[in-house]
């Protein structure tokens, strides 16, 4: 069983940045995608940001220009790099791997934006 640790959350003042990690316990040799949910107060989880396997990004237009997706197949590592970021990012945030047959989540890391 792959564990994915979520570090990086905390709060930050409004056009501030934040980057957020997602390490994963073992390595993945094979998967079909990993990205980023969050999940506001009220609202539903909501998937804004993936990376394929071969390294194509996607990105919901609310972060586009804003945020960046990228690994390290290395360190077995998720990143997301945040910036400009406003209130309404505030959310907590998930990592995701889609491993074909199975699906790992992190444990989530909250990101608070204050204005």
């Known amino acids: 069983q792959v564990q994915l640790v979520e570090s990086g959350g905390g709060l930050v003042q409004a056009g501030g940045s934040l980057r957020l990690s997602c390490a994963a316990s073992a390595r993945l040799f094979s998967f079909k995608a990993m990205g980023w949910y969050r999940q506001a107060p009220g609202k539903q989880r909501e998937l804004f940001s993936t990376?394929?396997?071969?390294?194509?990004?996607n990105y919901a237009d609310s972060v586009k220009g804003r945020f960046t997706i990228s690994r390290d197949s290395a360190k077995n590592t998720l990143y997301l790099q945040m910036n400009s970021l406003k209130p309404e990012d505030t959310a907590v945030y998930y990592c995701?791997?889609?491993?074909?047959?199975?699906?790992?989540w992190g444990q989530g890391t909250q990101v608070t934006v204050s204005s």
């Open positions: 995701h791997v889609d491993a074909w047959d199975l699906d790992y």
């Open positions: 990376i394929s396997s071969p390294g194509r990004t």
